[in-house]
DNA sequence: TCCAGATGAATGAACGCTCATTCATAGTTT
DNA sequence: AAACTATGAATGAGCGTTCATTCATCTGGA
C-alpha cells in the first residue's frame, strides 16, 4: 500500500516513480544491491527495463534515491514531533520510538538502509554528510540540550553520547533484521532507553572516570 | 608488518596464504568487495591471478576466510586475558580495550569487517553463527557474569545490555572509519566505558522504567 | 462525432564491457 | 624425469545501459 502520506494526490509520474521505488526496496532487500539486477527491479515494478532510466539515472542513483526518500520521510516526520515537546528526556524517547517504529514497519525498507547502503566507505561519506548527518545532529541537539538543562550528566563528550545511542539503536535493529523469527521491534523500546539512561553499574558503584 | 603472532615460524605456504590475506584486506578495503577485482589482489600480492585458487576456492571464499582468520586470532587473544581476570568490570575494560586497539591498529581490517562483511543477509547469517557469534557470546557471558554477582544491574535484559555494549562500540569504529582525520581509536575507551556503566541521567532523576 | 496527424512515454532486444575463473604452458624442487 | 607449484592470457557468462520502434493519448479541423 502506497497510500497517505502527505495527504496529496498523486500525479501519474509521481505514482509510478513511487511504484519503482517500492519494487527497488524489495529487490535490493532481497537480493542486495550489486547482485540485484535492474532487469529484476523493472519486473517488479512492472514495467519495461527502459523506463527505469526515465525516471532514475542508473542504478546507484536508484539506491541513492530510496535512502534519501525515506530518510526525509522520517526527519520532517520527527521535525514535526519535536516542536509539541519540551522534556529532552521526552525527545529522546519519541525519537527512539519513531526509529524503531519506522523501521519496525518495513522490514524491506530497513535492511536496505542498514545494510545495502554502507557498501563503500565513498558511499557511506556521501550519505553521512547528507539526510544521516541531518539525523545525527537532531540525535545531538537533544543531547546537548539535555545536558544544558542538566536533565542529561554533563560529563559525558556529547558526540560520544550522540554515538553510542545511534550505534545502540542501530545494532538492535540489525539484531531484528537478522533474527529468524523477528517479533516487534518496538518492543524494546522501553527496556532500551532504560539502560541509556541508567548504564549497566548500580549508582552506588559509580565513581570518577575508569580506565 | 605480518610479524610475531604465535611466535611459530610459518612454512611457505602459509607465509604466501597469508600474503594473499593481507592483499585481499587492502583490495577489499579500498574498493569494497563487490568492485574489487581478483587481478588486483593478485597484483597486491606479488602472485599470479591462477595461484589465487591454489589457496582459496574463490572470492567469496577469500572474503570470509579474511573474516575467520581475523576474528580467530581476535577471540584466542580475548580468552587468554579473560582468564587472568575474576571482576566483571574489568573483563569488560579488557574487552573494549582490546577491540578498540585491535581495530584501530589496522584501519583495513577494519574497514572489512565493519562494511564489506555485512553485504547480503545471508552472508552476515553465516558470519553471526560464526566466530562472530563466539564473540558475541563471551560479550554475553560477562555481562551475565557481572549480573549475576551484583556488580551490574540485573533489571536490564542480558541479551539486550549486550546488544547495546557491542553496538556502541561498532557505531564508534564505524564514525572513526568514516571520519576524515582518525586520532587514536582506543582513546575513547574510558569515557565510552563510563557512559556504558552509568548511563546518560544522572543518579539522582532514576525512577522505575521509563516508557 | 469522427478521423489524420503529432507527441512523447514506454518498450525490450541487442550492445559492449567487465571480470571471475580456467588451463595449457613454464618453472622449480627432489 | 617426475611431481609439484606458479603463471597469465584466453574464455565466456552476466548485466548495466542504450535506442530504434511501438503505442496510447491528445489536438484540431471538417
Redesign the pocket.
Known sequence: MPGSDSARKLT??EF?RMKILRAAIEVFARDGY???????I?KAA??????????F????HLLLSVFDDALERFIDQLKREMKRLDDPLDKLKVMVRLHLEALGRDRALAHVLQIETRHSRKFMQLLSRGKLGEYLSLLNDIVKEGQDSGDFRGDVNTGLATNVIFGAVDELVNRWLLADEPGDLSQYQGPLLKMLCQGIVPCEFHEGAPG
Open positions: 501519474p509520474r509510478k550489486f547482485s540485484a539486477r535492474m532487469t529484476d523493472a512492472d514495467v519495461a527495463d527502459g523506463t527505469l532510466y526515465l525516471y539515472d542508473g542504478k546507484e
